[in-house]
């Protein structure tokens, strides 16, 4: 469906030459919620203007349904670039026309003409896709920003593209919002069968969206791959770096300084994956008798209908049936690492908790 083969991109200003993209070869299945994630300045923006010729590639090649958009005629790539539809981050609808007459731009701008019926027939019926029915005569000032997306969705989906452009589609949305837009885009995959390439710095929108992503840095794709493979075995630092925003990594400091000075010794992290997500495993292990299980710390996420995981423990026991606990539960699925942060550590976070306590005029005392 897309495939970048060998592209990187160049800009030159005043005689200086920066690299936005190094050699990228990636391949977006057809049916695909493919995500593409990085921080700014990775170049992940760049890399998704290439696919609607936004931007074009300084080598290399970016092909769409098996043709490389360098090879076709300003004809032919016009004609390709109605397949492909694109929302932006800051909805990009003229303030001076209605949301119909925003919908409707790209059919009274195209080639083919459309009677003003046939126009208002997709739009009504765009409009009730996107579950905005009422707003077909609103100005976008009159609209909040999950409904202006909506327009901008329907939008992008009146020329019945093959594929769905996002860049950053929910940054500037609240939570609240951006689930529902996340929604309404799993509802365009599922049942209009449109691929979409999606750009975020959110870990959590790919999470809940991506079957597949690629995560850059630096105008480099580092690592790439199934949703769920990525987040439970992540390779680049940088990856464990987002997947940490969404999975601690490590038990967060404020948890551990309520601890006694002689509890860090077996604190460990669990990280439930696959079957052991759903089945009571530490429960079994308390039913032994043999350790106790005091949990410091969870969280849980599903993704791509599998639920993954960590949880911080402390161990209580002698250390040959902590050690024979570890083993049950990994012969369960569940990988157990001990926590890298100990009593000296504790120590450091309580002596700075106590150092900076108000006096008593309520300055901070450093």
Sequence with gaps: MIEFRNVTKQYVKNNTTTTALHPINLTISKGDIFGVIGYSGAGKSTLIRLVNALETPTS?????????LNDYSPKQLRDAKKRIGMIFQHFNLLESKTVAENIAIPLR?????FSNQEIDAKVTELLEFVEIPDKKNAYPRELSGGQKQRVGIARALVNNPHILLCDEATSALDPQTTLAILDLLKKINREQGITIMMVTH????????????????KGHIVETGPTLEIFQNPQAPITRKFINTV???????????????????????????????????????????????????ANMIEID??????????????????????????????????????????????????????NQHGETIA
């Design 60 to 68: 290399g090649d970016v092909i769409i349904d098996g043709h490389a």
């Design 247 to 297: 999975i601690e990594e490590e038990i967060p400091l404020r948890v551990l300084a309520n601890l006694e000075d002689d509890l860090p010794n077996h604190i460990y992290r669990f990280e439930f994956l696959g079957n052991s997500a759903h089945t009571p495993v530490i429960n079994e292990l308390m039913l032994q008798g043999k350790v106790t299980v005091n949990i410091l710390f």
């Design 109 to 113: 701008l195209g080639h083919k003409q």
């Design 305 to 358: 209908g599998s639920v993954i995981g960590g949880m911080f423990v402390q161990l209580k026991g002698n250390n040959d049936d902590i050690e024979e606990g570890i083993r049950f539960l990994e012969e369960r699925g569940v990988r157990v690492t001990l926590s890298r942060l100990n009593a000296e550590t504790i120590h450091h976070h309580q002596n700075q908790d106590h150092d900076q306590q108000p």
């Design 202 to 217: 959110q870990m959590e929108v790919v999470e809940y969206l991506c079957n597949r992503i690629a995560v850059m840095e």
